[in-house]
C-alpha cells in the first residue's frame, strides 16, 4: 500500500515538470530576460561579444586592442572625428553620451557635488572623487612600465603613450597623427587658415596662443625704458602686458584655469607647464644625468648645475644665481618689497608661501595632519615639530 502512494507521488510530480517545460516553450512570455537580453543593442554589445580577460578586437587605426566591439566603437569615434551626441542647446558634439550628460551642466551653471574640504564644488561625482585626491594625495592609478602614479585612470592612460608611442588623433586632411588632442586640433588650423588669437596692440592674428603672448610682448615693448609704476609696490616695468600680469600677484587675478584639477594660474605658461603634471610627459631630458624636465627653461636651468654657470648677478651685493626668478626674490631683501597682498586684512608679504601660510589663519584649514595621533596643523614646519614629540627626537 506505501509503496503505491510513493508510486503515483512520483507520477504526479514527473506531470508537472512535464507542463513547466512546454509552457517554457510556448509561452512568448517566459524568457522576457532572454528576449530583452538579445534585442537590447549595448547589452550585445558589451557582454555578448566579450571574451573574458581577453583582448581579441584590434583597432584598424593604431593597434590597439579591446575585449568587445562596443568599446572599439566608442574608440574609434576618436580617429574617425564622428561625435553622434549632440547639445541641444550650442550644438557641440560629444563621441559619448557621458561627455555630453556633463557638458549639460555648463549651461544650467548646476554643481551640485561640493568638497567638504575647500568648498569646490562640481557637475559630476567623479570630478569631486579626483579632486578629493588632491587633499589626501592619493594615486591610485599607476604605470607598470615606470611605475609612475596618478589620481585618475584618464592621465595614465595618457601617460602611457609616451611609452607606447600611440598617436590615436588623426587628421582627416592629410592624415597626419598626434599623440595629444590639444596637438590636433593646432594642427588642423594649418588647413583652415583659421587664426583665432589676435594681437590688440597691432591687431595681427595667430594660430596659436603661444604665438599671441610672444607678439604682445614685443608689441607693447617700450625700448630701455621703464616708464610704467605699479600703484600697489612702486615696481616699474616696460609696458603694460608684463605690468598687468605683475598685478595679478598683488590682486589674486588667476584667468587662467587647469580643465582637469581647476587650479588657476596668473599667465598662460605657468598652466601648460602644470598641465604636463597630469599627463606626465617630460620630454626635455639632460644629456650628462638623464633628468627629464616638462620644458625646455627648466632643462637650461637644470643644466647650469653641472656647468656651474651662475649668469644672474645682484647689482647691490654681486651675489650671483643661476636664474633670473631666484635674483628677483632676492633683491626683494634690499629693497624691503612685498608683492604679495592678503585680501581680508591688507598684510603684505615677500613670499607667496608666506601669504598662503597667513591665509590659513583666517580659514581656519589646517592641512597637515600627524599620522601617529590625528593632530592638525596650519604650517608644514609646525608638524614636523610636533613629530619629534613622537620619536623622542629632541626639537
Known sequence: MELLIVFKLLLLLR???????SKDHNDPEANTDQLLYHNCPINEK???NSDTGKKSLTCDFCGKSFKNKYNMNQHHRIHTGEKPYSCETC???????SSLKSHKTTHTGEKPYSCKTCGKSFTQRGSLT???RTHTGEKPYHCKTC??????SSHLSVHIRTHTGEKPYCCKTCGKMFTYRSQLFGHIRTHTGEKPYHCKTCGKMFTYNSHLCNSESR???????KSLTCDFCGKSFKNKYNMNQHHRIHTGEKPYSCETCGKGFYVSSSLKSHKTTHTGEKPYSCKTCG???????SLTIHMRTHTGEKPYHCKTCRKIFTCSSHLSVHIRTHTGEK???CKTCGKMFTYRSQLFGHIRTHTGEKPYHCKTCGKMFTYNSHLWRHMKTHTGEKP
Not at 550644438?91 to 553620451?97: E, N
Not at 611605475?147 to 585618475?152: A, H, L, V
Open 219 to 225: 608689441c607693447n615693448s617700450d625700448t630701455g625704458k
Open 147 to 152: 611605475r609612475k602614479i596618478f589620481t585618475c
Open 15 to 21: 506531470g508537472r515538470a512535464f507542463m513547466s517545460q
Open 46 to 48: 558589451s557582454r555578448c
Open 91 to 97: 550644438g557641440k558634439g560629444f563621441y559619448v553620451s
Open 130 to 132: 579626483i579632486h578629493m
Open 291 to 297: 633628468k627629464s624636465f616638462t620644458q625646455r627653461g
Open 339 to 341: 608683492p604679495y597682498c
